[in-house]
């Protein structure tokens, strides 16, 4: 999808290596915020999916969240989020951004499984993974080019010219 930000602002270190474009996604198990698990698999049997990792007092997720709500109104592209959070906090989040699309759980009791599977050190950090298992997305942050591209793909107007948001904005 190419770079979506300066130079600039597309290099800084990371801790440990993020599975990136062209990568297979590790198959895990979920427990879901409203109960039961699911698994990778699962998810991608009913299309491509975004995977977005995040903290609940995470300013930057707090800004991507809202657009990622707007995203989720299609039939095109899953989104997902999971959330490094215990459950309450997930709950509490959910009602003060108004976020309705699945949620799962990478918590510190799992060991943050997903996460460290998936080699993130920031949230949010997306990963759109395509119905045959392989990462054809993989950023960290707020990035306004990677969602207009992602509501292109899925048929949907993400941002209005109401909106005033960052280009980028690291997590």
């Known amino acids: 999808m190419g770079n979506r ?3 600039s602002m597309a290099t800084h ?3 440990r290596q993020m599975l990136n474009e062209g990568s297979r996604a590790p198959e895990l198990n979920f427990e879901k915020l ?3 698990t699911t698994t990778l698999s699962e998810i991608r049997s009913k299309g491509p999916a975004l995977l977005a990792f995040y903290k609940i007092s995470c300013p930057t997720c707090q800004l991507t969240f809202p657009f990622l709500e707007r995203l989720s109104k299609n039939e095109n592209l899953q989104v997902i989020g ?3 959070d215990e459950p309450a906090g997930a709950v509490e989040f ?3 951004f108004g976020i309705h699309f699945p949620i799962l759980l990478d918590t510190e009791q799992s060991g943050y499984a997903a996460g460290n599977a998936f080699g993130i050190s920031h949230v949010p950090s997306m990963f759109v993974v395509e119905r045959d298992g392989k ?5 960290q942050g707020f990035a306004k080019a990677l969602l207009e591209e992602l509501g292109e793909r899925a048929g949907v107007t993400v ?3 109401a909106d005033t948001v960052p280009l980028y904005k690291p997590g």
């Open 5 to 7: 930000y300066p130079e």
């Open 13 to 15: 270190s990371q801790q």
């Open 34 to 36: 409203t109960g039961g």
């Open 82 to 84: 999971i959330c490094q």
């Open 94 to 96: 959910n009602k003060v």
């Open 135 to 139: 990462i054809s997305v993989a950023e």
């Open 159 to 161: 941002f209005t010219e």
